[in-house]
């Protein structure tokens, strides 16, 4: 079997979009997704874009992507590479997929002079932390997420509360 990472295109938002959907659906939050093939378009493939898409094949059909982007680490006084999703579909998990595009992007931070490569697991995603620490990845379990999404978000870019 023939597979290949690729840089993804704008003809490629389907696709990403049907991911985004299985991956959403594999994370228990099936009506969590609010992207659209357009936003895709626009987001991902605009002439300045601060993300990025890959597109992982087998004998040339589409069977996994990733998204990602470049954040900067004040410490380390590097740029760092983010993913942000990382979904391989169902029945072809087990063929090094995952790995692949792993590496991929691991080899992409390097090239790009980053100091880090991260991205966050859900705590009960029991196969992919396993995967993780088969490839060497550490948990930073020192640090918690915050975030501010909708109203609270709205709320405190207004009024500051």
Not at 102 to 128: H, S
Request: with cysteine.
């Amino acid at each position: 079997m023939s597979m290949q990472i690729r840089t993804a295109v704008k003809q490629d938002a389907a696709t990403i979009l049907n991911f985004i959907n299985d991956l959403a659906v594999y994370e228990k939050e099936p009506d969590a997704v609010l992207n659209t093939v357009s936003e895709i378009e626009e987001k991902l493939f605009c002439e300045h874009a601060k993300a990025h898409a890959l597109i992982c094949e087998q004998d040339g059909k589409a069977i996994g992507f990733a998204v990602y982007f470049y954040n900067y680490s004040t410490w380390l006084g590097k740029h760092g590479l983010y993913l942000e999703d990382l979904y391989v579909a169902q029945d072809k998990r087990g063929n090094g997929a995952g790995k692949a595009i792993m590496q991929y992007l691991a080899q992409l931070a390097l090239a790009n002079d980053c100091g880090r490569f991260e991205w966050v697991v859900l705590d009960w995603n029991k196969p992919a932390i396993d995967f993780y620490n088969s490839i060497g990845a550490k948990p930073q379990d020192e640090w918690i997420i915050y975030r501010l999404t909708g109203d609270e978000l709205k709320s405190f870019a207004e009024n500051g509360s």
